[in-house]
């Protein structure tokens, strides 16, 4: 016989049926917390895989539009762009990424031909798919140059914007560049061209298949440590986050996303500002090798998409957007 005192309040009743628990959720997953992220490549009617990324294609232009046909079609709001440019556009100064015929430029122009407004472009402002080094910036006496680099970026942006993007992304993590690319944008009447910030952006080994992905990985010398940040500092992350948001920025990214939950909380709850997570190509390609390998259920990518929104995402870049639809089933 069980004796003894039994509690008035039990959390399980809110527990015991399925309806219940979908009253008293607390987060909830739909198509508007995603972007799509798109890889490019040069040719015509490709699709070409990504072995460190098992779902993963990258497209010619082409065929953007069965994509993006999709991405609207399940109600994301945005896609990404990334660029595989080939190694003979590719120099130190990164010059291929000012040219108004480069892949991310034609996909641009391509997207807005075709659908106007009825979704967002989002594209990395940066110089890693463009240099033949893999660096985000301009090197001079085997150093990152700031400033000088700023100057490239700024007119990365600008072509972009001419260009149609809605949305630019600086994943550089150069110190002031927001600053100077809200001003540029301003002054050449793009007054309302959003910027969403990489201001948490860490030096992560979670990137890899990313860079497979746009062909930097085998090219990339050293590592990305001075300009990056440490992943074990979380302080210095809010500083950044500050003086984004004092620069101009409209919204602010954090990458990797996962192992940085408590990075997006904290900014979500000290800036009260839109913060994206990126769950990146490690964090994928983990999942998904574990999913095929039968190690972990499919279950656990619905799983970890809402570990975001519990923390504070208001969206999230991840490669499972295309599936989002099954996956909220």
């Known amino acids: 016989m069980i004796t003894g005192k039994y509690p008035n309040l039990r959390l399980r009743r809110n ?23 798109i890889f490019l490549i040069d040719g015509s009617n490709k699709k070409e895989s990504i072995s460190t990324m098992p779902g993963v294609f990258r497209y010619t232009i082409n065929r953007v539009s069965q994509i993006v046909d999709k991405a609207i079609k399940k109600g994301i709001p945005m896609v990404a762009l990334f660029p595989k440019t080939k190694n003979t556009l590719k120099n130190d100064l990164g010059t291929e990424s ?28 940066a110089l890693d798919p463009y240099t033949s080094h893999s660096h985000d910036g301009l090197i001079k006496s085997n150093q990152i140059i700031n400033d000088e680099t700023i100057e490239v970026l700024i007119n990365q942006s600008l072509l972009q914007a001419e260009m149609g993007c809605d949305v630019l992304a600086p994943s550089d993590m150069m110190d002031g560049r927001i600053g100077k690319i809200r001003k540029a944008l301003d002054s050449s009447n793009f007054k309302n061209t959003q910027i969403l910030s990489y201001a948490a952006k860490y030096a992560s080994s979670f990137y890899g298949p990313f860079r497979d992905a746009v062909g930097s ?34 919204m602010i990214m954090v990458k990797p996303g996962m ?45 970890s998409l809402v570990s975001f929104k519990r923390s504070g995402a208001n969206a999230i870049v991840s490669y499972y957007a295309d599936r989002i639809d099954k996956i909220l089933e």
């Open 15 to 37: 527990r015991k049926e399925s309806w219940t628990r979908r009253l008293v959720q607390e987060n909830t997953l739909s198509p508007n917390d995603f972007i799509l992220p």
């Open 98 to 125: 000012l040219n108004e015929n480069n892949l991310v430029c034609r996909a641009i122009l391509e997207i807005k031909k075709k659908y106007k407004n009825q979704i967002g472009i989002m594209c990395d402002v």
């Open 217 to 250: 990985k085998s090219s990339l010398k050293g590592d990305k440590k001075t300009y990056q940040m440490d992943f074990r500092n979380s302080d210095e992350a809010m500083r950044e986050v500050a003086l984004d948001i004092k620069e101009g920025a409209d």
């Open 259 to 303: 192992p940085y939950l408590d990075i997006i909380k904290s900014i979500k709850e000290k800036f009260k500002i839109p913060v994206l997570a990126y769950q990146v190509s490690g964090e994928y390609s983990l999942l998904e090798t574990a999913i095929n390998k039968k190690l972990i259920q499919k279950n656990a990518v619905y799983e």
